[in-house]
């Protein structure tokens, strides 16, 4: 009988360690990260390269076929007015890829449980694009040079992926990549006015690897979005990026984070490129004028994608960017 009651206590102990196993993992896979100790991502490659006839610059001065973080860091000295961020950690922002005066608008994302502890809720400030490796998201900009208007496209060695060594957590499948175009100067010994050159108004976005999730991502989607997805081969999803900033007045939550529930500070957005994760046709980027066209480029991590969630948090990913010009 002692045995059997042993039995019993041992089977209510597992089953009570199964339950606070399963109420743990339905409340730590919201979007964004809710876990504050482990909210960072570090960044440690960034390429940007060029083929084809086709030149890049990280000041208007001195014309290469790849840039590396080191060149775009390293660019003040030629380029005193730049605003390239390139912290070595990341945190989650979102944006609806709005510009105001050449420079993309992103909003951080703060996670506290709500009074009731059933929900979370979310509160957004905006944030500034800050020269050096404070920040949150990397921001920077690129010159390419052209004798002949040309369409330039984004080739498949282009990718987003986590650092090879690393542990595959699937953030990279929360990675995002927007373009700016900010203008052009015909003759190309103006370097300064194209340093100078500020006049983009809109963003060409880029999801990468739209078609994979983790299996976190999917329960998260679901959870959250009420959205059914798969792990591989899954139709790629709609999310609704930050456009404006709230406090906790506002009562947004986790859950309530939309366009349908606060217009005035979502917005639906609708990438301009989306590859899946092995893409074989290149992208079309932008259309070229002859001479020295000013782009600011920005990468980040998505807090309104589903696989932006705790599990992922703590990883490796490496941006590769690789631009070429259309074929004769």
């Not at 542990?167 to 499948?173: A, E, I, P, V, Y």
């Not at 190309?188 to 983009?200: C, F, I, P, T």
């Not at 004028?289 to 782009?295: C, L, R, S």
């Amino acid at each position: 009988m002692a045995k059997r009651n042993k039995r019993k206590n041992n089977l209510r102990y597992s089953l009570l360690l199964l339950l606070l196993l399963l109420v743990f993992l339905i409340v730590s896979t919201y979007a964004w990260f809710t876990a504050n100790q482990t909210v960072t991502i570090s960044t440690l490659d960034v390429n940007v390269q060029t083929s084809n006839g086709l030149q890049i610059s990280a000041d208007a001065i001195n014309w290469k076929t790849i840039l590396q973080k080191e060149d775009i860091t390293g660019a003040t000295a030629t380029y005193a007015t730049n605003t390239n961020q390139m912290p070595d950690e990341m945190e989650p922002v979102s944006t609806a890829g709005t510009v105001t005066a050449g420079v993309m608008d992103m909003f951080s994302g703060e996670v506290d449980a709500d009074d009731s502890g059933a929900d979370y809720t979310l509160v957004s400030n905006k944030l500034t694009d800050t020269r050096g490796t404070t920040g949150t998201y990397i921001a920077f900009d690129i010159f390419l040079r052209i004798d002949q208007p040309s369409q330039v496209y984004l080739t498949t060695a282009s990718n987003v992926t986590y650092k090879q060594g690393a542990t595959d957590k699937g953030l990279q499948n929360a990675a995002r990549v927007a373009f700016i175009d900010e203008g052009n100067v015909s003759d190309v010994s103006q370097s300064s006015q194209a340093q100078a050159l500020k006049d983009g108004t809109t963003s060409i976005i880029w999801e990468p690897n739209y078609d994979v999730h983790t299996q976190s991502g999917v329960y998260n989607a679901k959870e959250i979005y009420n959205i059914d997805t798969t792990t591989t081969g899954g139709d790629q999803l709609a999310y609704d990026g930050i456009k404006a900033a709230f406090d906790i007045d506002q009562g947004v939550t986790l859950k309530t984070a939309s366009a349908d529930d606060f217009g005035d500070y979502f917005q639906a957005v609708t990438p301009t490129i989306s590859t899946p994760k092995d893409f074989d046709a290149q992208q079309s980027l932008l259309n070229l004028k002859a001479g020295i066209t000013k782009v600011r480029i920005y990468m980040w991590v998505e807090g309104q994608d589903v696989d932006c969630e705790n599990n992922a948090s703590g990883t490796d990913i490496s941006f590769n960017v690789q631009i070429t010009k259309a074929t004769e």
